[in-house]
């Protein structure tokens, strides 16, 4: 069975805070690939990372980071700096050779206040 | 370059009546996905194409659902009759996914959605 947990279901963070968005995995699979996608108030759908599972250097782009553990099963997501145009749900996503659909988190909905 | 793009965006409709939502996958992809997505249930897939042919339907809900791939740029994803309980955000995704592997290596790239209420 393949499943994402995202525990947080809301953070508020005020504005230049750094925030660490939690998602954990299961899977069965030694060949997998993360996602973490970001739905804005506006509703669609963003593509922000993709890592798969013989990669565990971390990542950064910009204000964003990943920092994948397969010892913990963790691919975490930080926002450093937080603006206010970061509010938006978050969702992390594990995909697998094994299906067809991306196994979404429940998301989680970020708050950035000025 | 053109994302997904999906029509409508918004859609009010009366139960029993007929609903098509239609998507437009990014050009050379060649696997489409159709997700729905509720407060109760969160993003769920709904039907997989590859090469415009139906490999994973076990995620539409019942046979009022049916969906649709004439050729490489356009699906329909069809409800008749609709229902209250259909009201959702319906997404369509595309990747270029390999055969037989339902695009699990590639990613999958969504549309605007569209925001369906059936009264």
């Known amino acids: 069975a393949q499943k994402v947990t995202q525990a947080q279901t809301e953070i508020s963070v005020v504005e230049k805070e750094d925030v660490t968005l939690d998602c954990v995995y299961e899977?069965?699979?030694?060949?997998?690939?993360l996602f973490w996608y970001k739905q804005p108030p506006s509703g669609e759908l963003v593509f922000l990372i993709r890592?798969?599972?013989?990669?565990?250097q971390n990542e950064i782009s910009g204000r964003y980071s990943w920092n994948f553990q397969k010892s913990t099963s963790s691919f975490n997501f930080t926002i450093t700096a937080s603006q206010v145009v970061d509010s938006a749900v978050y969702f992390c996503?594990?995909?697998?050779?094994?299906?067809?659909?991306?196994?979404f988190g429940k998301g989680t909905s970020l708050l950035v206040t000025p | 370059d053109a994302g997904v793009i999906q029509s409508p965006r918004h859609e009010v409709t009366e139960m029993g009546q007929e609903v098509t939502l239609r998507c437009k996958p990014i050009s050379g992809h060649n696997s489409l996905f159709w997700y729905r997505q509720t407060m109760m249930r969160g993003l769920e897939l709904l039907i997989y194409?590859?090469?415009?042919?139906?490999?994973?339907d076990s995620g539409m809900p019942e046979d009022r659902f049916s969906a649709k791939m004439p050729n490489a740029s356009f699906s329909t994803l069809k409800i008749q009759p609709s229902e209250p309980r259909d009201s959702a955000v319906y997404f369509c995704a595309s990747s270029l996914g390999s055969s037989g592997r339902g695009g699990a290596q590639e990613t999958q790239y969504f549309g605007p959605g569209t925001r369906l209420l059936v009264l």
């Open positions: 899977t069965r699979d030694t060949t997998y690939y």
């Open positions: 194409f590859n090469n415009n042919v139906p490999i994973d």
């Open positions: 996503a594990l995909d697998s050779n094994s299906g067809y659909a991306l196994n």
């Open positions: 890592r798969n599972s013989f990669d565990e």
